[in-house]
């Protein structure tokens, strides 16, 4: 299916997701997708007030990975063949984030792209190959965090 420039948002609209899946197809098959600001999200939408210390991290991350998935089974069920996002930034190692927030970041968040069971079914399902880029293992190598960096090999 082609998309033609007299074509409007109604008649996209009302589009099947394998036609969308069809155009998109022939435009593009690969997205960088920054999910930042993930914690700010998780605020405005799960909490009363701001937190006083890292025990909201479970429910964050559960409510975080369901929503990232969701995600990235719309860019894949709409065409999209290679995402590429990041699973680290610069700005996680800096200090003002809480004390425990590097520390759940990669024991708990970065655990949870290498084996939780929710993450490995869609990994299944839509045959995702995971593969991290970057200078993490210098970064993680001979560290507090060595654990986590054993799993992704």
Do not use: C
Not at 19 to 39: K, P
């Amino acid at each position: 299916m082609e998309f033609a420039s007299d074509h409007n948002l109604e008649w996209f609209e009302h589009l099947s997701v394998p036609d969308v899946a069809a155009i998109v197809r022939e435009q593009l098959s690969t997205v960088v997708f920054a999910a930042g600001g993930t914690n700010r999200w998780y605020m405005l939408n799960y909490l009363d007030d701001w937190p006083k210390d890292a025990s909201y991290w479970p429910d964050y991350l559960k409510h975080d990975g369901e929503r990232f998935l969701e995600i990235l089974r719309m860019f894949f069920d709409h065409g999209v063949h290679t995402v590429f996002t990041y699973a680290m930034v610069p700005g996680q190692f800096q200090k003002g984030r809480g004390k425990d927030y590097l520390a759940n970041a990669l024991t708990t968040g970065m655990d949870r792209i290498a084996g939780n069971a929710e993450f490995m079914q869609f990994y299944a399902d839509y045959g995702v190959r995971v593969r991290f880029f970057g200078d993490y293992q210098e970064v993680l190598a001979g560290s507090e965090y060595q654990a986590t960096l054993d799993k992704f090999e």
